[in-house]
């Protein structure tokens, strides 16, 4: 299928690894510019390095901070133009409610949340000008379920399905389309380091404590394992192209079927 993305430029952020980079990677095997984003330079051009040799198409990467309104600057004043915005950069740490002070609350929010609404509020007039645009919201299923051992985290995945939604209505009938994605447990790089050092700690195998983690904490997947970075970037390379066009406020799920519904 040709998703008609040749000549579209796509910014991904948090695209130096995991999720993000599959997305990136994806997007320009389909033909896209690809805008690669991270806080470190050097990662950032490893990843664009790595995306030129897989995908065969020269992209661009710019290092930000998007836990700052300065850094959100920085960012869309260089990407320039852009067709297609992922809102992919995201933190996560398992905290007890009771020890989550208000420093970690509106730092989480900034990363999670606020990125997503500068980048949009910078990016969306262009796109609309153009009449052309896709936006994706990276949530996740722990906005729908609120996981116990992190609620700041699914918080904020919960407002970024309001916040696309919202988002939606305001453009529309201008050729933009906002959706978000919610993928449920994903062998994403961060993932993998937190397993393998909770391995570590606990003189365990990573692989046993993940099919235990699916077990005992997400017992309603209907894979019984965690999916690849590249199972959930598939689906938001597809809303990036231009046989979505009728896809725009909705909260699309690629989450092994965690979420009890069927809507």
Avoid at 4 to 26: D, M, Q
Wanted: proline share 3%; glycine share 12%; with cysteine.
């Amino acid at each position: 299928m040709d998703l008609k993305l040749r000549g579209k430029r796509a910014l991904v952020t948090g695209s130096t690894a995991g999720i993000g980079f599959a997305i990136a990677n994806g997007l320009a095997r389909e033909g896209a510019e690809v805008i690669v984003n991270g806080r470190s330079e050097k990662r950032v051009a490893e990843a664009v390095k790595r995306i030129s040799s897989e995908a065969g198409s020269q992209g661009l990467g710019i290092a930000a901070d998007l836990g700052n309104a300065e850094g959100i600057t920085r960012l869309a004043e260089k990407a320039g133009r852009v067709d297609v915005l992922v809102n992919n950069v995201g933190i996560f740490e398992p905290v007890p409610f009771l020890e989550i002070d208000d420093h970690a609350w509106l730092h989480i929010f900034e990363v999670n949340v606020m990125s997503g609404v500068r980048l949009a509020r910078a990016l969306l007039p262009g796109m609309v000008e153009r009449g052309w645009g896709r936006v994706v919201f990276i949530s996740s299923e722990s906005g729908v379920q609120i996981p116990a051992e992190m609620v700041h985290y699914g918080v904020t995945k919960t407002a970024q399905l309001a916040l696309s939604r919202g988002i939606a209505e305001t453009v529309a009938c201008t050729g933009v389309t906002v959706n978000s994605v919610l993928p449920g447990p994903t062998r994403s790089d961060g993932v993998v380091e937190f397993l393998d050092k909770l391995a570590r700690e606990q003189g365990a195998e990573a692989d046993s404590l993940e099919e235990s983690f699916v077990r005992t904490m997400r017992p309603s997947s209907l894979i019984g394992r965690f999916a690849e970075p590249e199972e959930v970037a598939n689906l938001v390379v597809f809303l990036a192209g231009e046989g979505a066009s009728a896809i725009t406020g909705a909260a699309l799920r690629v989450d092994g079927g965690v979420v009890r519904s069927i809507v």
